[in-house]
């Protein structure tokens, strides 16, 4: 929905479209599989993989020299804890939490700031998501989802189980001790990942840093 927003605003000449995504602060998931979904995402960002804002294999310079350049309008997907991967210095004053930064808006404010400096032209329309979803209506599948996980619940706390969360694995629903789940492991993504890969080949974007490039000439 959100994407779709950002692609209708930005079909005009030298116009950018972003979207931040909210999610957990340190994982890209719901940004990449929103991309994947919209398909007229042109540059998602995640906090999994390092990338550069300035430089010659940076952000900016792929997004005014070659993506305005070519097509004339951009989407892009900024996952909320992207701040993480940025290798940017400036990014982060001393003893910051880079969790803490709201990635959107300073990007939105170095998007404008190069076009200045640079003497370029840009439209750039920033969309935060945080409560329009709120508007958005469930669809069927949430609605029936939601009811399995009350439904749960209920079963559980009647069972005299505490301290547990509701979930469905593998098709399967369950109920989790709450500690066991904080704990665990974060499915975090990986650049060789299939989804991953998925998205690179949908966008076109490149890695943004010479990083992963020595790893990818390298493997």
Excluded at 94 to 102: L, V
Excluded at 167 to 194: C, F, H, M, Q, T
Aim: glycine fraction near 8%; charge should be positive; charged fraction near 25%.
């Amino acid at each position: 929905f959100f994407n779709d927003t950002a692609t209708t605003e930005i079909y005009t000449r030298s116009l950018v479209g972003s979207v931040r995504c909210v999610q957990e602060t340190d994982v890209g998931h719901i940004a990449m599989h929103a991309s994947l979904a919209s398909r007229d995402v042109n540059i998602c960002l995640v906090p999994e993989f390092k990338f550069n804002i300035h430089g010659e294999k940076g952000l900016l310079k792929y997004l005014f020299d070659t993506r305005l350049k070519q097509k004339g309008h951009a989407v892009i997907v900024v996952a909320e804890g992207a701040a993480l991967g940025v290798n940017d210095a400036e990014l982060v004053e001393k003893g910051q939490d880079p969790r803490s930064i709201d990635i959107g808006k300073w990007l939105k404010d170095q998007i404008e700031g190069y076009a200045k400096k640079n003497g370029k032209s840009v439209i750039l329309k920033y969309i935060d998501p945080s409560y329009m979803i709120r508007t958005v209506p469930a669809n069927s599948a949430d609605r029936q989802f939601c009811s399995v996980l009350a439904q749960n619940a209920v079963h559980g706390a009647m069972a005299g189980f505490t301290c547990f969360t509701c979930g469905i694995i593998r098709g399967i629903s369950v109920n989790l001790p709450i500690e066991l789940v904080a704990k665990g492991e974060k499915n975090k993504l990986e650049y060789k990942d299939r989804g991953w890969q998925r998205l690179l080949a949908s966008t076109g974007q490149p890695s943004f840093t010479e990083q992963i490039d020595r790893i990818l000439t390298t493997t």
